[in-house]
């Protein structure tokens, strides 16, 4: 057979395996998909550092970024693993309002215990996450239109609710210590404790998508969803799940935010839509799916909080702020899209030097 | 006489009123490449999408080591050792050589408390196999796979259904879109199949790539089985006869027949 022997890798061509070095390289730094997200902070935080002064770099400047973080963090990272995954999730913008109500109504209009409350709210974000993916799913349809009729149909749902059994589009909610402790109180009067809750969904979704296969599947339904079901990975429950992870995690912070302030409003939390679809892009997250990382969440997330808290220390009017942030969005976009490339790029310098 | 790994008989399959494939037999050996010479629309893609469980055949009987099988989807095909690569191999182009390997079979380790993917053994397995296929470029498994070339994601595809066991290995066009030399290198790889007893199904139109590697040649025209040879049967100036001509004869007959119809049974006049 005369392809016996042509098809023995020549001796040249091993060689710089063994001679590889076990330390990443610059080149596979500057590769990670994470690296126009650290450059987009490192500018914004020296641009606010300068013009912001020594109030920003304060214990009560990095609370105040940091609290606006951690709120939206957990939104948005279920919603960076449903956009790898290829999908949007609109719906978190009616189910923060849905779930405040849900717990003052139950908790705090009915006087449930807030045990109750709280369980409750968390079902709902469960269950109009299930009705996300299922209708994802099942339809066909696109999921941000999917996504964008449910953050309607429950914003509405909300609101009449609200009115028929309080007659009132706020409620107050007074909860224990307890509850206050766990889901909404501030750490030495000035940082949230949904920062701790924050902190452990990263460490939940970093495990997710780096350690367990779950991650690969989720990779991969994002690249190409028909491949992937032909490789054996269960597509539709997949969805379904991070469908209810993050409606859970929206209701999560609606909650807390009704046990911080001590009320709820029909129409708060729209906000969280954009948010964190800029926080989870930003962190360079393919809008398209089969593309992203958690580091780049949490970095996407803290990127845009110094931005919109960072502006109140400057001189600047904060009007601007919604400026930057568009600005900032469309750099990172295509600072990310260069990054990309470059770790598509497979290098051919190992090549050309064992020729040369 | 050896019973064919997989052998169709009479494979009929109609998309409403328009028949795609008419009467299709075939017989694939192990350590064979059988080679579908065919121009676009003659019927290949419909017939790998029946072996691989994409349709159902609408009629006709498919055997696998002479027990009748059917496939309910793509993944029970494979369950059954059957495995398509498409034209660009791996198309989950953003992971790495290594995810993308084992998407949907990943092996795992334990880590304390938790079971995570063991992402070194994927790259290790993921890069030796390649290796094994003569991909000597690629040392990292983390790399991503659309920075591999047209050849090198064939190879990593083949890679992949060979390492998993298949029996059957459906090639779609794989050398189509590839230059010369990496269009050698696949067809090095394919031979490198056969020699570990796969049955491998070749789709081309290439009749020189054909040639090199096939054992077993079937030209479907037009839905239905034109020719059915083995190797040194016909040269390689007869196959492209074959393939072209016989397309532009099915052709005109089918116009004939079109324009009788419509024309009360006359035949078109010449000049006219």
Known sequence: MKSETAMQPSEAAIAPLASRSQWPSFGSLVRRPEMGSVIGLIAVFVFFSIFGGEDFLSVGGAASWLNVAAELGIIALPVGLLMIAGQLDLSVGSMVPASSMTVAIISGHFHAPIIVGVLASLGLGLVVGFVNGLLVIRTRVPSFVVTLATLFALAGLTLGLSIILTGSTSVALKSGPIAKLLLGDYIGGKFEVTLFWWIAIVAIVGYILNLSRYGNWILAVGGDSVSARNAGIPTDRLTIALYMGSGLCAAFVGLSQAILYNSAQVAAGQSFIFNSIIAVVVGGVLLTGGYGSVVGIVLGTVTFSVVNQGIFYTGFNANWASLIIGILLLLAVVMNNTFRNMALTYAARTKTRTRS | ?272
């Not at chain 2, 029970?76 to 034209?87: F, L, N, P, W």
């Open chain 2, 1 to 272: 006489m050896t019973i064919p790994l997989l052998k169709l008989t009479g494979i009929n399959k109609s998309f409403g009123p328009i028949d795609v494939l008419r009467d299709i037999s075939l017989d694939v050996n192990r350590g064979e490449v059988l080679c579908l010479l065919g121009d676009n629309g003659a019927g290949k893609s419909t017939l790998i999408k029946i072996l691989s469980g994409v349709h159902k055949a609408t009629s006709g009987v498919m055997e696998m080591d002479g027990k009748p099988v059917s496939f309910d989807s793509p993944r029970d095909a494979s369950d059954h050792g059957i495995a398509t690569v498409h034209q660009f191999g791996g198309t989950f182009q953003l992971m790495s050589i290594g995810r993308s390997f084992f998407v949907g079979a990943e092996p795992t380790k334990r880590w304390g408390p938790l079971v995570i993917f063991d992402r070194k053994r994927a790259n290790e397995i993921a890069v030796r196999e390649m290796r094994q296929l003569g991909i000597t470029r690629i040392d990292d498994g983390n790399r991503l796979v659309g920075g591999l070339s047209g050849g090198e994601r064939q190879a990593l595809a083949i890679a992949r259904a060979v390492h998993f066991g298949a029996s059957v290995l459906i090639l779609d066009e794989p050398t189509a879109a590839l230059g010369v030399k990496e269009a050698a290198h696949v067809l090095r790889i394919v031979l490198q199949a056969r020699q570990k007893g796969i049955a491998v199904i070749f789709i081309t139109h290439n009749v020189v790539h054909a040639l090199t590697v096939g054992d077993h040649f079937a030209v479907p025209i037009r839905g239905s089985k034109a020719a059915d040879f083995r190797k040194g049967e016909k040269s390689r100036e007869e196959i492209t006869d074959l393939m072209a001509g016989g397309e532009q004869m099915a052709e005109l007959e089918a116009e004939i027949e079109s324009y009788m119809t419509k024309h009360e049974g006359h035949p078109p006049r010449v000049g006219g």
